[in-house]
């Protein structure tokens, strides 16, 4: 019986990479839509029809596609990518962190546990939380950032330095980089609920299946995402009213906490928008981490390849090495002095 060689380990760097890779190609193609949630979830229900708010000149969207309409209306389709670098290269580093330490910490965990089989749910989430803390702590001035610049008229946006700048002038100082932390560490449940699901659907529905087929990847990181953000829609709504200019109403008073913001969100407008931007949310993480994962499997097994290619390599380099010196040995004692 032939003996089959052992797969070629992946490590955290690898994973790492293949995330990040397959979170910034999933974010680039929907950008529009992640642009058009952040600003259904930052503006004031209007008390009144009218399609301009009374106390500000921002315009109010009705829905998904309103919001849409009026961007390219008013901007170009430009707009609808407006801070679009800012974000990806904030997907990225996130992605990055995430991967390297949710495989470093799984990887340990799997090696040191008592435990035989898989790690439960339980595990699972809890491995997925840790590893997004870590990943916020390093990321978040990225995504402040990019909110700001996301939710800014065209008139008043800026580069990625100059929105660094004014956080940074305005109130809380440099902190201002960091605003919505705590917020962002509640909502590390949404990446471990979304990996953990993901992870259990997996052992669920394809049992022993080491790599799976790009629209298996595809169904799972759906299923896996939308389950996620039902449950943490209120807290994306509260960090991105924390990281946004605060409304006209405020009179330029930042909110102080994410409790803060879900108050003014319930007494202004209902408890009910505690869920606006579901709509493009959940279509946008549907689409994002369907085809993260298929990206992520397709980039991981590349890796895989591409270490049993420099295994072989190296292995006939040896070979070659090996044969060299054998036929040294043999032609030395004949060698005439």
Not at 40 to 52: G, Y
Not at 58 to 64: R, S
Not at 237 to 260: D, N, T, W
Not at 291 to 314: A, C, S
């Amino acid at each position: 019986m032939a003996v089959q060689s052992k797969p070629a380990p992946i490590g955290p760097w690898g994973k790492a990479t293949a995330g990040a890779a397959g979170a910034v190609f999933a974010n680039a193609l929907v950008y529009p839509l992640d642009l058009v949630k952040t600003k259904l979830q930052v503006q004031v229900k209007p008390s009144d029809t009218a399609t301009t708010d009374a106390k500000s000149n921002d315009p109010h969207y009705k829905g998904t596609w309103d919001a849409v309409s009026q961007i390219a209306s008013a901007e170009g389709i430009a707009g609808l990518y407006a801070g679009m670098s800012g974000s990806l290269l904030g997907v990225a580093s996130t992605n990055f962190a995430y991967f390297y330490w949710y495989s470093v910490v799984r990887t340990l965990y799997i090696k040191y546990a008592k435990a035989t089989g898989q790690p439960s749910t339980v595990v699972e989430l809890s491995l997925g939380a840790f590893a997004g803390a870590l990943a916020q702590l390093f990321t978040i001035p990225v995504a402040v950032i990019t909110t700001r610049q996301q939710t800014q008229s065209k008139e008043d946006r800026k580069g990625i330095i100059d929105t660094a700048r004014e956080v940074i002038e305005g109130e809380d100082g440099i902190t201002g980089l960091w605003r919505g932390l705590k917020a962002s560490l509640v909502l590390v449940i949404n990446p471990s609920i979304t990996y953990g699901a993901y992870e259990r659907l997996k052992n669920g529905l394809f049992p022993g299946k080491k790599t799976l087929s790009p629209w298996e990847a595809f169904a799972l990181g759906a299923m896996s995402k939308a389950l996620a953000t039902l449950v943490t829609q209120p807290l994306i709504v509260a960090k991105v009213g924390l990281q946004s200019k605060p409304p006209p109403s405020r009179q330029g008073k930042p909110f102080k906490s994410f409790i803060e913001v879900m108050q003014f969100i319930i007494e202004n407008e209902g408890p009910l928008s505690l869920f606006k931007g579901m709509g493009p949310q959940i279509l946008k993480g549907l689409l994002v981490q369907g085809i993260l994962m298929m990206t992520k499997e397709r980039v991981e097994l590349m890796f895989v390849l591409f270490v049993r290619y420099l295994q072989v390599m190296r292995s006939r380099r040896l070979g070659r090495a090996g044969g060299l010196a054998a036929a040294a040995k043999l032609v030395a004692p004949v060698t005439v002095k």
